[in-house]
């Protein structure tokens, strides 16, 4: 009963009670807006922590990168999703601005705390398909060579990805896995950026004018005779001035058999063409280099390449300078930030020998982390001209005789009647180099060298007047580039054809008295002669054509066979060879030469062409086509192959 009388009591004051006091009011307001806020911020912090869950899916990206991303001013998409649902969705939008809060905090917290997050994991909103391309790339800037190697072959061989893949990684890499992509063989060309947008030329001057300031702007000290001749009448002859004077006719030697080009057709193309062979004597010398990067020749080159898309001469020209200028290491950032890599790349693809020989020549240069060689003007490597696994073991090196050349000497056998006015026509025409093609197949593991100088029949022809090299001075300027080049650090084996072998006896001479050269000679297994003129030729006799009855050649002149520097040289060379017990073969051609249509001449009769030691072979050719087996299993090669496996056995077994 009590108890029931207590519970009447309460519920009456509670029916007569005034209402609660405004204060009461305002903390339950502040209560259910302190719930609200709670809750709001419980659901943002599992929002977040689900993102960063997420975002830990992802890989490490070093933030150096994404501070140069940040400057890049390429765009790696070039469609937009239409999907307006996935472009304006709360969740898009908030992802996107999450993404982009955190990447800053990387990269501020990288600037304060000097950590670049290379070894933990930072992270970025990718795909689980993008993984493989930022793990590479990552990969690719490792302090471990073999890794960083590593990453660069697996690039090469990857060709699924989508194009902005590739801009990524041609964005984001450095300039040695950029060098790398274009030495590599497999590389998809989508790895290389467009070069950047070419400065215009200034108002009312051409690209024939600008090269010729750029020729002017250069020293005129430390040249040569012919660099100074060159120089000189390109800066102070007009085109018109140049094919009155020479008669609408005049001749260049550049990388193959010297050609004729006529001035009436294209007098501009003429005078650059000047320009560049002074420009390429320039190039070789450091200081000259460094003067036409800063006058910006790296650019002008560059537009002057691709405006003469379909004048090889002028664009083996231009790479014949950008591969003197890579031989100095501090222009390589200039020379691949002017777009020239790219450029190179795309030339490494193509199916002109030559063209890939001075890509190959430059990247080469350019690539410090496989290539300790520098291969200097002339030196053209035939194999191996990409990045390889293969060990290379010996060399073998190819040297050109009288008004020959490093690739076309080498060529395969092409017609019965072969003359020298046939070959200055077909200067363009591309046949097989055997030496790149069936000797790098049967012996992958050897290094082969072809090497390149300008030689005339006549003064009336020389490229420069004033150019009168004899053998001895040829000798000395091949050796130093070829011992650059890395020549006498393996064994080796010379093969040479008509003068070039005169140039290998002096040039083997030449090295047992220098102690910096003694590699060179203890290296050397065997000598292949190919109709070379050990005591004289006919050719000096006759001096070749009606042409040519007036001042012969000094090359010319030294193959007479009563030179007495050609006697001492032979009796040197046999009582040296003796010596060291080289392996020598020689082939000599049994029949007669048409030189021009007027003369037919056996140029080296096989007295002539008999060293005294070894093998000699004589075969039914002439002295052209001694060098040219018709097809792979012709004796011609099959010999010489089985000359280079026996010599070198011992060396390429190990």
């Not at 302090?143 to 990453?151: I, M, P, R, S, V």
């Not at 990409?386 to 050109?400: C, N, Y």
């Not at 004289?536 to 012969?552: D, T, W």
């Amino acid at each position: 009963m009590s108890l029931a009388a207590y519970c009447v009591i309460c519920c009456r004051r509670i029916g007569t009670s005034t209402p609660p006091p405004k204060r009461d009011t305002y903390w339950r307001e502040i209560r259910n807006i302190i719930k609200f806020t709670g809750s709001l911020l419980l659901g943002g912090s599992l929002f977040l922590t689900y993102e960063v869950l997420a975002l830990k899916k992802s890989l490490t990206l070093d933030t150096q990168v994404v501070e140069r991303e940040k400057m890049k001013s390429y765009i790696y998409l070039h469609t937009v999703s239409l999907d307006n649902r996935e472009n304006h969705g709360i969740v898009y939008q908030a992802r996107k601005e999450l993404h982009k809060a955190v990447r800053k905090v990387l990269a501020t917290s990288a600037k304060i705390l000097r950590n670049p997050f290379a070894a933990p994991f930072s992270t970025v909103d990718i795909e689980d398909h993008e993984c493989a391309l930022w793990l590479l790339l990552r990969k690719s800037r490792s302090g471990d060579k073999t890794e960083q190697l590593e990453a660069v072959q697996e690039m090469s061989e990857t060709h699924h990805w989508h194009d902005y893949q590739y801009r990524i990684i041609a964005q984001a890499c450095d300039p040695r896995v950029l060098i790398g992509l274009a030495r590599s063989k497999e590389s998809d060309l989508r790895f290389f950026l467009p070069p950047p947008p070419l400065p215009s030329l200034k108002e009312d001057s051409s690209i024939e004018e600008e090269l010729r300031q750029l020729l002017a702007s250069l020293p005129q000290t430390e040249l040569d005779e012919c660099t100074q001749y060159f120089t000189s009448l390109a800066l102070n002859e007009s085109s018109q001035s140049l094919a009155a004077q020479k008669g609408g006719l005049w001749c260049f030697g550049g990388n193959g058999l010297p050609y004729a080009e006529s001035f009436g057709e294209v007098p501009s193309a003429t005078v650059e063409m000047f320009c560049l062979e002074a420009i390429v004597k320039h190039s070789e010398i450091s200081t000259h280099c460094d003067k036409i990067k800063a006058n910006g020749g790296l650019q002008l080159l560059q537009r002057l390449y691709q405006f003469h898309k379909d004048c090889p001469k002028v664009q083996r020209n231009i790479m014949r300078i950008i591969g003197n200028m890579a031989l100095n290491e501090h222009l390589h950032s200039p020379i691949v930030r002017s777009g020239w890599v790219s450029i190179v790349a795309e030339a490494m693809k193509s199916h002109h020998i030559m063209k890939v020989s001075h890509a190959a020549r430059i990247l080469a240069n350019l690539d410090r982390e496989t290539v300790q060689e520098k291969y200097q003007d002339g030196v053209y490597v035939l194999h191996p001209q990409h990045r390889t696994s293969q060990p290379i073991r010996a060399d073998v090196l190819f040297i050109h005789g009288l008004m020959g050349a490093a690739f076309k000497t080498w060529r395969q056998q092409d017609s019965e009647q072969v003359v020298i006015e046939k070959a200055l026509e077909d200067e363009d025409r591309y046949t097989t180099c055997w030496p790149k093609t069936w000797l790098a197949r049967d012996c992958p593991a050897l290094r082969i060298i072809s090497v390149e100088y300008d030689t005339t029949l006549s003064d009336w022809r020389a490229r420069c007047p004033m150019e009168r090299k004899s053998i001895a001075f040829r000798s000395n300027e091949l050796l130093r580039k070829l011992r650059a080049a890395g020549v006498g650090d393996r064994p080796m084996i010379w093969i040479s054809h008509s003068m070039g072998g005169l140039l290998v006896k002096k040039m083997l001479l030449e090295a047992s008295k220098k102690p910096e050269m003694s590699t060179v000679i203890n290296n050397t297994r065997g000598i292949i002669f190919y109709s070379v003129p050990h005591h004289g030729s006919h050719l000096a006799e006759y001096s070749v054509n009606i042409r040519y009855l007036l001042f012969p050649s000094l090359e010319v002149k030294e193959l007479s066979k009563d030179s007495p520097a050609l006697k001492a040289l032979q009796d040197d060379f046999l009582e040296f060879a003796k010596d060291k017990n080289f392996q020598v073969l020689s082939f000599v051609e049994t029949l007669p030469t048409y030189i021009g249509s007027m003369i037919k001449l056996h140029v080296v009769p096989v007295e002539s062409a008999d060293l005294g030691i070894g093998d000699l072979i004589p075969v039914d050719v002439n002295h052209l086509n001694i060098c040219k087996p018709k097809k792979k299993d012709a004796f011609l090669y099959q010999r010489t192959l089985r000359f280079i496996r026996e010599t070198l056995a011992k060396d390429l077994e190990n």
